[in-house]
C-alpha cells in the first residue's frame, strides 16, 4: 500500500509484539493489530492465540472477566479452578477433548471447557500486503499416554474494510481415535451491549437448555438492565441455511455481524448472562453443546478424529456503523 502521506505504515495500521508486565498476566505474549480503519484487537499468544481485547472505533466489543488477563501457569483443572483465569474476552478457544460441564467419560476426566485456551503457541508469525494483516499461529495440545493435537490457526484481518475471519485446522496426530470438542467462546459485552442491544439470529429452532432458560423463551433475544440476581440463561440455535446473526446497538452507532461454517461447527450456545458486573451475551458456535463430554456421548452426537485425521473451522465478524 503506497501511501505518499505517510513515512511508515505504522502510522496508521500494523502489528505491535509487546508482552505484559506485573500481576498474573506477568510476562505474557501480545500481538496488538490494528487495521487503521477502526478495528483494534489483542491476540494472546500465550493463551491459544485467542483474542483478549477488541476495539471497534474505540468501543469495547468483547466482555473481560474480573480476573483480567492471567498467564497459562495458573491453569487449574480441578471444579471450577478453569474460571480462576477465565479472561472471557472476545474469544476464549474451549476444547479440544472437553467442553462445558466437568465429568468423568468413560475413565477419563474431562474438565470444565477443557484446556486448550491455556495452552501457549510454540510458533507464530504474520505479514501484510494490500488487503489484509494475516497472523499465523500453532499450538500444541499433547501429552505422553494422552491426546495428542496440533491447532493451526489464521486470523485475516481486512485493511479496506472492518473485517475480521477465523479459520482454524485441528489434526489428531495420536495414534488412536481421540474425542474432539470445540468451541468458540465468543463474548459480547458493554458498550455494544447493554439493554438497547438488539439481537439476531437466523435460526430455524431454539431450544431451552434447562427449565429457569425455558421460562423466558419468549425473550431470548431481548437484553436488559445488569441485575444483581441474575442467573446465567442459555439457548441453543440450529439452521437451516448459511448463520446470520447480529449485535447492534444504537447508541454507540455500531453492528457485528458474525457467521461460522455449520459444516463443522453445527452446535451454536447463546449464552446470555445479565449479572451485575458479569454482564456478557455469550456467542458460541462448536460442535457440541456445553452439557459435558459424557451427556454428548449418551446422546449419540459426541465427535472422534481419527488418527492423521483433521478438521477445519471458519468464522467471520464484520463490523460497520449504523
Given at each position: ?119 501457549p503457541c510454540e ?99 431481548k437484553m436488559c ?58 456467542l458460541e458456535p ?37
Amino acid at each position: 500500500m503506497n501511501n505518499k502521506y505517510i513515512g511508515h505504515p505504522t502510522q496508521l495500521y500494523g502489528v505491535k509484539e509487546t508482552r505484559m508486565v506485573g500481576g498474573k498476566a506477568d510476562g505474557m505474549r501480545l500481538l496488538e493489530v490494528r487495521n487503521g480503519k477502526g478495528l483494534e484487537f489483542t491476540v494472546s499468544l500465550d493463551r491459544a492465540a485467542d483474542i483478549a481485547y477488541l476495539f471497534y472505533k474505540n468501543n469495547s466489543m468483547a466482555y473481560i472477566s474480573p480476573c483480567g488477563m492471567v498467564g497459562p501457569q495458573y491453569y487449574d483443572k480441578n471444579g471450577a479452578g478453569f474460571l480462576q483465569g477465565f479472561t472471557a474476552g472476545f474469544i476464549t478457544t474451549c476444547g479440544l477433548t472437553s467442553v462445558g460441564n466437568p465429568c468423568i467419560d468413560n475413565g477419563e476426566e474431562a474438565p470444565l471447557h477443557g484446556n486448550i485456551s491455556y495452552v501457549p503457541c510454540e510458533q507464530h508469525s504474520y505479514k501484510i500486503d494490500e488487503n489484509f494483516i494475516t497472523i499465523n499461529a500453532v499450538v500444541r495440545d499433547a501429552s505422553i499416554f494422552g491426546h495428542q493435537f496440533v491447532l493451526e490457526r489464521e486470523y485475516r484481518c481486512g485493511l479496506n474494510e472492518n473485517t475480521l475471519s477465523i479459520t482454524d485446522k485441528v489434526k489428531n496426530i495420536s495414534a488412536k481415535e481421540t474425542p474432539y470438542m470445540i468451541m468458540y467462546h465468543c463474548n459480547m459485552g458493554y458498550p455494544l451491549l447493554s439493554e438497547n442491544a438488539e439481537l439476531k439470529i437466523s435460526s430455524a429452532e431454539v431450544t431451552p437448555r434447562n427449565d429457569y432458560a425455558a421460562k423466558d423463551m419468549d425473550k431470548w433475544h431481548k437484553m436488559c438492565k445488569p441485575e444483581s440476581s441474575a442467573i446465567e440463561q442459555c439457548y441453543y440455535h440450529k439452521f437451516d441455511k448459511k448463520p446470520e446473526i447480529s449485535l447492534r446497538n444504537p447508541d454507540i452507532h455500531t453492528e457485528l455481524k458474525m457467521t461460522f461454517d455449520t459444516s463443522t461447527l453445527d452446535c451454536f450456545t447463546q449464552w446470555k448472562m445479565m449479572g451485575e458486573n458479569v454482564y456478557v451475551l455469550g456467542l458460541e458456535p462448536a460442535n457440541c453443546y456445553p452439557d459435558g463430554r459424557d451427556v454428548m456421548r449418551e446422546k449419540g452426537i459426541l465427535k472422534f478424529l481419527n488418527p492423521g485425521e483433521e478438521s477445519v473451522n471458519s468464522l467471520e465478524f464484520t463490523f460497520t456503523d449504523i
